[in-house]
């Protein structure tokens, strides 16, 4: 049994979050990423689990991306890894926050742990994007939610 619990994030979390994304993904500065969380947890699309006030990991997503939701970043702190945080994060937006009921994702097509997450979660690989500002090539992931 989980003991965190989900909630949206509020600009309070703001900073917590920048720091627990600064390991992951270093094309993107930590300011770049300041600014996606300030555009993003107003509008209620950042998720984060929280355990006795801590935050464990945080999810950010879109609702309005080709009429569908994206997941853009799910994250962790490494010393909560394999508790299911993520998971429980992922199926939050898929309950919650799948409008359209078309769920979508992507992750660096070597990020191993990603890919197997995404596997256990039901999502089917969904092509591949070239040409992006990163070392591998990006493998998108979809998944009908009901
Ligand atoms: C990928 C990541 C988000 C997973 O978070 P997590 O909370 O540890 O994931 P969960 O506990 O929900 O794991 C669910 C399943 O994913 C798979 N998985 C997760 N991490 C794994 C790893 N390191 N190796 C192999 N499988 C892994 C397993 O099947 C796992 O189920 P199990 O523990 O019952 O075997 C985390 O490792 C992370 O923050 N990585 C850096 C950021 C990143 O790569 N984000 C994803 C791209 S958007």
């Known amino acids: 049994m989980a003991d965190y619990r989900i909630r949206l994030a509020t600009e309070s ?74 998971s429980a994060l992922i199926e939050t937006i898929a309950r919650d926050h799948c409008p359209s009921r078309r769920f979508f994702s992507s992750t660096e097509a070597d990020n191993l742990p990603s890919i197997a997450m995404h596997e256990k979660l039901g999502f089917k690989p969904s092509g591949f994007l070239d040409n992006l500002p990163q070392p591998e090539r990006e493998l998108f992931y979809f998944r009908k939610v009901r």
């Open 13 to 86: 979390d703001l900073e917590t979050c920048v720091a627990i994304a600064t390991d992951a993904f270093h094309i993107y500065t930590k300011e770049r990423r300041r600014e996606h969380l300030q555009q993003l947890i107003p509008d209620g699309n950042v998720l984060l689990a929280e355990e006795c006030s801590k935050v464990l990991g945080y999810a950010s997503f879109l609702t309005d991306w080709f009429n569908s939701t994206f997941l853009k970043l799910v994250v962790v702190d490494p010393v909560a890894r394999r508790r299911n945080v993520a």
